[in-house]
């Protein structure tokens, strides 16, 4: 009668342990369901065939780095978006979120399963060629600026940035207010390409720009409501700032009266 108790009980467990294990495999994470996503969108615009690095499209090609991946999205390395989060919002942000980040390293931990669904993939994306180019009515930046008329700031585009350096640069509002533009993060070449907010920000007259280390060079993308006009602080030499980089005759020589 005790072994057919034992027996009994003996089944339920197991009953129970293989229907874990299937809910545990059905709730896995998986490249084909949700990696592969993560991967094309943050990814993949560098990672791909005839792109800027090694392709990483497929799961043939994820799965033997997966310990290297890890490592370098934990230091947050890759991908190389440059700029401190919280610091400025980016519409084109290429960070890695912190959900992100917790799926890929759960996934690479569970021995980065494949998934057995491959009907469940995203569709590859497209890429684009084409190089971003500061508009027209860009502003080149260097040193302290001063707003002489109100902007409508769509992004920052970095030119010249010491490789290794980490500039956190601010609007003061006349105000006294500081609203935060952005905060590179030791600084690569790599980093190169325009940080667009995710709302234009409306900086009104008297606005100062700060926070430029030496040799660092910024150009201001205008959004379409408004053009700036900057001018140097008065108490600084104007060789600390590009005229030449002013297209459209936008910033305003320090008079012999500014300067002295």
């Known amino acids: ?17 293989v229907e874990a294990e299937a809910h545990d495999r059905a709730n896995a994470i998986t490249w084909n369901r949700e990696i592969s996503r993560i991967f094309y969108a943050r990814c993949a615009s560098c990672h791909h065939q005839g792109g800027a690095a ?8 994820v799965q033997p780095r997966a310990v290297a991946i890890k490592e370098e999205v934990l230091s947050r390395r890759m991908p190389p978006w440059g700029a401190v989060k919280g610091f400025g919002d980016f519409r084109n942000d290429q960070g890695l979120t912190q959900e992100e980040l917790e799926l890929i390293t759960e996934w690479i931990e569970s021995d980065a399963p494949r998934g057995n669904n491959p009907r469940v993939l ?37 030119e010249q940035v010491p490789e290794g350096a980490s500039p956190q640069i601010v609007a003061v509002l006349p105000d006294g207010c500081v609203e935060p533009l952005i905060w590179f993060y030791e600084y690569k070449n790599s980093h190169q390409h325009p940080f667009l907010f995710r709302e ?38 104007l060789r ?21």
């Open 1 to 17: 009668m005790h072994w057919r108790v034992g027996f009994s009980l003996a089944a339920i467990l197991l009953g129970f342990w």
């Open 54 to 61: 090694f392709s990483l499209m497929t799961y043939r090609e």
């Open 122 to 158: 995203p569709k590859e994306p497209k890429f684009e060629t084409s190089r971003f180019k500061p508009p027209k009515d860009g502003i080149v930046v260097m040193g302290e600026m001063t707003l002489v008329r109100p902007v409508v700031l769509d992004g920052i585009l970095p």
């Open 200 to 237: 234009p920000l409306d900086l009104p007259a008297g606005t100062v720009i700060q926070g430029l280390q030496p040799d660092t060079r910024i150009v201001l993308i205008p959004g379409n409501k408004g053009k700036s006009q900057i001018r140097p602080q008065p108490s600084r030499s």
């Open 240 to 260: 600390h700032h590009d005229v030449a980089g002013d297209p459209l005759g936008l910033v305003r020589r320090a008079s012999d009266s500014d300067k002295n």
